[in-house]
């Protein structure tokens, strides 16, 4: 199983970026990626991991934290096992590592924001946004 980000860069204050996240292996085998839980968490330096976005298999809705709702955007390709992630009018403070995340395809909602709810994690990547 793997899940491997990339897409991050260094960008100025204002600027745009997307980040994309490949899912191969058994577990995303057939229906297995439809049906999962994509997210996408970041862990500033010196900070915790934090949520940033998620969006639930087969048509369940989109989540995002308040701090990038309205600038975020998650979205998925199940053909090609893909989630991706568009940050506009980025922030200096938005810097920070960015990990992708799956689950099973069992998390409820009120739990979609937890880090325990996700089984599979990606290395990261890196998003510096300059001021």
């Known amino acids: 199983v793997q899940l491997q980000a990339s897409g991050g860069g260094l960008v100025q204050s204002g600027g745009s970026l997307m980040l994309s996240c490949t899912a191969s292996?058994?577990?995303?085998?057939?229906?297995?990626?439809?049906?999962?839980?994509m997210a996408w968490f970041r862990q500033a330096p010196g900070k915790e991991r934090e949520f940033v976005a998620a969006?639930?298999?087969?048509?369940?809705?989109?989540f995002y934290a308040d701090s990038v709702l309205g600038r975020f955007t998650i979205s998925r390709d199940n053909a090609k096992n893909m989630v991706y992630l568009q940050m506009n009018s980025l922030k200096p403070q938005d810097t920070a590592v960015y990990f992708c995340?799956?689950?099973?395809?069992?998390?409820?909602?009120?739990?979609?924001?937890?880090?325990?709810?996700?089984?599979?994690w990606g290395q990261g990547t890196l998003v510096t946004v300059s001021s």
């Open positions: 995340a799956s689950d099973r395809g069992r998390t409820i909602n009120t739990a979609i924001r937890l880090m325990a709810s996700y089984d599979y």
């Open positions: 969006i639930k298999g087969r048509g369940g809705g989109t």
């Open positions: 292996g058994r577990a995303f085998t057939g229906r297995a990626f439809s049906t999962s839980t």
